[in-house]
């Protein structure tokens, strides 16, 4: 899907929005479409791409002005024509190695838009704390988060696979945006299909093809040693919202997605007493407003919550063939094996 696409489309979000119908009290008013099992549909194919960052930079108020928006959704507009612009065909070949860069703005869909939740274009996604950021680290998440750092710097980043990225592992998605929580991946693919039975919610993320399994029954009991990816979520209705409750989330599935302002730091693993509560409410025909809320007292100092516009995508959903893991992980990894036999060791 192109960037332009893209905009068109949240741009239909974001007027439905502005007029208010983004919000609980509005859905109140509306009646979503029910299944066969009477609950309300969610189905279909969404997505929650925004240019809104998961946290608030320091200085700005949780509801942006006009003017701000128009800045921002202008300078996204700019550097997308910019970046999307052909190639000279006759400019020179590059030096020997020399870096041979990425994707460029045809192959991206970072978010052209401000998200707009109850009319109010946001600064953040998350909602609380009030200042919009996640709260501070406990002591004992600190030294955690520590002690993994200085364990990952003793290696080289291609010493061995374990190394790398979940993500370059084609483990889980990029972006950690396959949830629990459900952010937007601030790359490309922030696209999800979701599918109803009586019993179950399946919510299939497009990136890496992660899926998640949500049951509708009462929760039983999970030895704390069984902790799958995405965790282990049961789900039940509330009205109109649909509540699902997440936790024996795995180990290693830390949440560091690119809307963070300290994106580059090592995150501490989820503890395992995390609890993450979601809240799925459809508010219009092309709309579900998303809310989420993260426990975890070993390792935050308080809990905090977000709030993420999610719109009807009317595209189809492709498999994502995740060739890192299949052809970019070897090539790397045998890569550096060669610069060690050269007697180049350098962990750069």
């Known amino acids: 899907m192109s960037m332009r696409q893209s905009s068109l489309l949240v741009g239909l979000c974001i007027a439905i929005a502005a007029a208010g119908l983004l919000s609980p009290a509005a859905a109140q008013q509306w009646q979503a479409p029910r299944t066969s099992h009477g609950h309300p549909d969610l ?10 960052p998961v946290e608030r930079p320091e200085g700005q108020g949780p509801v942006l002005t006009p003017e701000q928006v128009a800045r921002r959704e202008g300078r996204a ?35 052209m838009l401000v998200a ?56 889980v998605g990029f972006g950690a945006h396959g949830g629990p929580p459900m952010t937007p991946n601030y790359g ?7 599918v109803q039975t009586a019993d179950y919610v399946m919510i299939h993320t497009e990136q890496v093809h992660d899926t998640r399994i949500i049951y509708l029954r009462e929760p039983e009991p999970v030895p704390d040693d069984v902790r799958p990816w995405f965790g282990v979520s ?26 963070f302002v300290d994106a580059g730091v090592w995150e501490v693993r989820p503890s395992p007493s995390m609890k993450i509560t979601e809240r799925l409410t459809r508010v219009d025909e092309d709309g579900i407003l ?34 890192e893991g299949n052809y970019a992980m ?4 045998s890569g550096a094996r060669f610069q060690e036999r050269e007697g180049n060791n350098e962990r750069d």
């Not at 189905?43 to 809104?52: D, V």
């Not at 009317?314 to 060739?323: A, K, Q, S, V």
């Not at 070897?330 to 990894?333: A, G, K, T, Y």
């Open 77 to 111: 507009e700019a550097a997308y024509e910019a970046g999307a612009s052909p190639s000279d065909p006759n400019r020179p070949p590059l030096e020997a190695g020399s870096a041979v860069g990425g994707y460029n703005r045809v192959y991206l869909d970072p978010g």
């Open 116 to 171: 707009v939740v109850n009319g109010e274009p946001r600064s953040s996604l998350i909602t609380d704390p009030p200042d919009g950021r996640r709260p501070a680290l406990t002591a004992k998440a600190q030294q955690i988060r520590d002690e993994v750092q200085d364990f990952m710097e003793s290696f080289g980043p291609f010493d061995n696979p374990e190394n790398r990225t979940l993500a370059d592992r084609c483990i």
């Open 234 to 259: 049961y789900g039940h209705w509330e009205g109109e919202t649909l509540v699902v409750e997440t936790t024996n989330i795995h180990p290693l599935q830390q949440y560091r997605p690119r809307g």
């Open 43 to 52: 189905q279909g194919n969404w997505s929650n791409q925004t240019m809104t």
């Open 290 to 323: 998303y809310e989420f809320t993260i426990e975890d007292p070993e390792t935050y100092t308080r809990p905090w919550s977000g709030q993420v516009p999610f719109w009807r995508f009317d595209n189809l959903l492709y498999e994502y063939n995740c060739h």
């Open 330 to 333: 070897s090539n790397i990894l």
């Open 188 to 194: 490309y693919n922030s696209n999800y299909t979701i």
